[in-house]
């Protein structure tokens, strides 16, 4: 499985969000700041992540803070990397 | 499956000799009898969507049917010189409904053979079979809520709302605000208990259990002083969203246990889940208590694990967690937040019932 660095994923994960937002996002732009997020966008967020980067969000991965800007879904991504193993409670 | 015939969600109409007596390129006049009118207004009161799969000029067809007053009760019609199989499948698609719940009348053997031929699952009918069609099993829903007569208009209001949107250039924030949604937060009352049954029986997304409960149940959480059972409804400029969402909720002194939230997964892009779980945690917060919600993973809610984890829920240890009874079933989960006050939603007016301190009244 090959591992992404934090470059790509956050390159990654900011071309998903442009798409979706239609605008570019900073990556300490906090996404819950600006109002709603709905659970659909979440799920969205959640589902993109897991198949961009072949991983599995379970449980207390799932936090909001997680998902709060480009940069801690970034340090999400590279913590969850198959290659690095990290036992899931 | 059983033998009962599965409900029919929309009937497509011809029109020359079955919607109305006459051709309409030839006789000019043609006319809409009694009974068929009737018949129209039955169906749409039961919630059964109609539509138009006809062969004529658009422009006409159509004028004839605002002419006689039915035009409204159509949605997405076809009225065009191309195959009728083929209007029947577009009806079906843009309504994401599957073929077998697709009706077709047509008077022509060669039409109905045509839309059989390609959709073997669509019933057809022939316009001799229209007098019975009302007293036919499949043409009766087994309850007509509330909603069921709002059905079609909720439905025209989407294409409305859909066309909007693809016009709409921007975030979709943006676009949100443009809706001028109104949410309502109301304890649910004996009257809205069947609409409450069917969101339990009709959300499967966002459920957050998977679990059903049936009039009975919930007529006695109504009555019960311990419990809420909470009803929202959604409108905006285009028309009503009628019933949305749903919280059936235990009050214990330490804490509030959300037994089952339910929203209707048409609206869940709109953020009504969220809202109604951030207005939970804000009248918890208020109200001095922690929050406990049940989530029992189904092949299909994990949209619903991701919201609660997103509004903050945790598998954390707590006290309060004695307070309920225990979880009767295996794999269900309990999720637990220490509310805070949270502010009140950016893209849509909400009102609500309030639930703190003595018990607001019924409005």
């Not at chain 1, 300490?28 to 966008?41: C, I, K, P, T, Y």
């Not at chain 2, 422009?59 to 019609?77: R, S």
């Not at chain 2, 049954?197 to 259990?209: G, I, K, P, Y």
Request: glycine share 6%; aromatic share 6%.
């Amino acid at each position: 499985m090959s591992q992404f660095s934090a470059s790509e994923v956050e390159r990654h994960i900011g071309q998903f969000l442009a798409a979706r937002v239609n605008d570019d996002v900073p990556v300490d732009r906090d996404l819950f700041a600006s109002g709603l997020v709905s659970s659909m966008f979440a799920m969205e967020l959640v589902v993109f992540l897991e198949q961009a980067f072949a991983l599995e969000i379970l449980g207390e991965d799932l936090k909001r803070d997680n998902f709060r800007t480009i940069r801690s879904m970034t340090d999400l991504v590279l913590r969850l990397q198959p290659a690095e193993t990290h036992a899931e409670a | 499956m059983t033998a009962t015939a599965k409900v029919v969600k929309c009937l497509v109409w011809d029109l020359d000799n079955t919607l109305w007596k006459g051709t309409l390129v030839e006789d000019g006049d043609v006319v809409l009898d009694e009974q068929i009118r009737d018949l129209i207004a039955e169906l749409d009161r039961r919630g059964i969507l109609q539509s138009v799969a006809s062969k004529n000029d658009h422009d006409n067809a159509w004028a004839k049917l605002e002419a006689l007053g039915v035009a409204d009760y159509f949605v997405l019609p076809r009225i065009s010189w191309n195959p009728k199989s083929a209007a029947v499948a577009e009806i079906a698609a843009e309504l994401n409904f599957a073929l077998d719940v697709i009706a077709f009348v047509d008077d022509q053997p060669t039409e109905r053979a045509e839309v059989q031929f390609h959709h073997p699952e669509v019933r057809c009918y022939a316009a001799e079979q229209l007098g019975e069609i009302a007293a036919r099993p499949e043409f009766r829903p087994a309850t007509v809520t509330a909603d069921a007569g709002n059905r079609r208009k909720m439905y025209q209001a989407g294409f409305r709302r859909k066309a909007a949107e693809a016009e709409f250039r921007g975030p979709s924030e943006d676009f949100l605000r443009t809706l001028g949604m109104v949410m309502r937060i109301d304890r649910a009352t004996e009257a809205d208990l069947s609409r409450v049954e069917e969101l339990t029986l009709r959300t499967s997304q966002m459920n957050a259990t998977g679990v059903h409960y049936h009039r009975a149940e919930l007529t006695a959480l109504v009555d019960d002083p311990d419990h809420e059972v909470l009803v929202t409804s959604l409108s905006d400029r285009f028309g009503p969203h009628g019933a949305v969402g749903l919280v059936l909720m235990a009050k214990h002194a330490r804490v509030w246990h959300i037994r089952l939230l339910a929203t209707s997964c048409r609206v869940v892009a709109f953020g009504v889940g969220s809202t109604l779980l951030n207005w939970l945690a804000d009248e918890g917060a208020r109200t001095g208590v922690h929050l406990l919600a049940d989530f029992l993973p189904t092949t299909r809610n994990r949209m619903m694990d991701v919201a609660y984890r997103f509004a903050g829920f945790t598998d954390d240890h707590c006290d309060c967690r004695t307070e309920p009874k225990p979880a009767e079933l295996p794999d269900l989960r309990r999720l637990h937040l220490i509310p805070s006050p949270t502010d009140p939603p950016a893209t849509l007016t909400l009102h609500a019932v309030s639930l703190t301190g003595a018990p607001a009244g019924r409005s």
